[in-house]
């Protein structure tokens, strides 16, 4: 039990219906007057709980709720991730799902319970915040706030990172989220590159008749591409078919693309539609009507701005001239479709800081960082 002027903050831990309801209605409420806030779809929210969730198959967790005079105040979440213990044995746990009000007693109320609790789990430091794990959405926010979030990265209040850092906690890694427009004029020295190689390197469109094996070839070159990655967590098969099967509905086949060297996949990426430009106006809400205006707005208007999340180039060819030609290739072959189909602008994030390689492909196309993510640590 936490105090802040006259008011004890309680902790409870959440398990029940109605708990988790207040749990998911909180953001509603500490967002009401951010513009920039996009409610996420309930549906969404509580899939990510329900017991269906592949990650839950190697994860403990357990989540809390702030409560003060009976009303919700704070939430946060606190994961052991087994995949990435088994990955980088270091006894990190993480902390996620943080909303709080602006009191520095409800973080520290917040923050304290779940590194107790991953202490008592056998952890030896906390990193967070992750919604729900690193192949999420990874980091707080520190810097972007006036512009609202795309599908699947995180928004938050500018008083979060002084709340984290005042309970001990350490800046460790910083994201970014660069800005691109889909009809940049590419660079005269990367089509030079991409006409050498034309020969030898084809890239596709994902072919729906063959969606497990483009998932399967995708995740491997992902998980081949990306072991040496800070933070690196092996993307699981169910998890990985069940994603790409889900996102197939929302989006043209032409948005995933892989680069193939002499018949042999070497690269691929992903861009999404906006989803959040989609939902923005729902409330989180799909009924009524909320499942037309979605299906209109994917399939007949489709969204004018769009992510990509996930590409990736395998290892071997990382460190020689191949390695940002194949990158380039698959990028503007994706753009390519955005473009055709009305897509004005293009997030391409989150990269890590210190990935200067990437970093220096974007920027050479046009990019400009306008989003930071930051992930803290703790020692327990």
Known sequence: MATTGDSAIGLEVVTERAQWSRFLALPHRLY???PAWVPPLDVQERARFSPGNHFFDHARWRAWLAVRDGVPVGRITA?????HLRQHGDGVGYFGMLEAEDDP???????????????????????????LHVNEEVGLLVEGFTTPPFVLMGHARPYYGAAIEAQGYRGVKDLLAYHIRPDFEPPRVMTKLAERVSD?????????????????????VFNDAWRNNWGYVPLVPAEWEDTVLTLSKLMPADYIQIAEYDGEPVAFIVALPNLNEAIRDLGGKLLPFGWAKLLWRLKVRHPQTARIPLMGVRQSFQHSRLGPTLAFMVIDAVRKQMHSR??????MGWILENNDGMRNIIET??????KRYRLYEKEL
Do not use: C, S
């Open 32 to 34: 009401a007057d951010d």
């Open 79 to 83: 994961q052991i991730d087994e995949m």
């Open 105 to 131: 007693a409800i973080f520290a109320a917040l923050l304290n319970t779940a590194a107790d609790w991953l202490r008592t789990e056998g952890m030896r430091a906390v990193r967070g915040p992750l919604n």
């Open 200 to 220: 030898r390197v084809r890239v596709r469109a994902v072919r729906r008749k063959h969606l497990k094996e483009d998932a399967a070839i995708m995740l491997d």
């Open 342 to 347: 009305g897509v004005k602008n293009v997030e």
């Open 365 to 370: 196309i046009g990019g400009l960082a306008y």
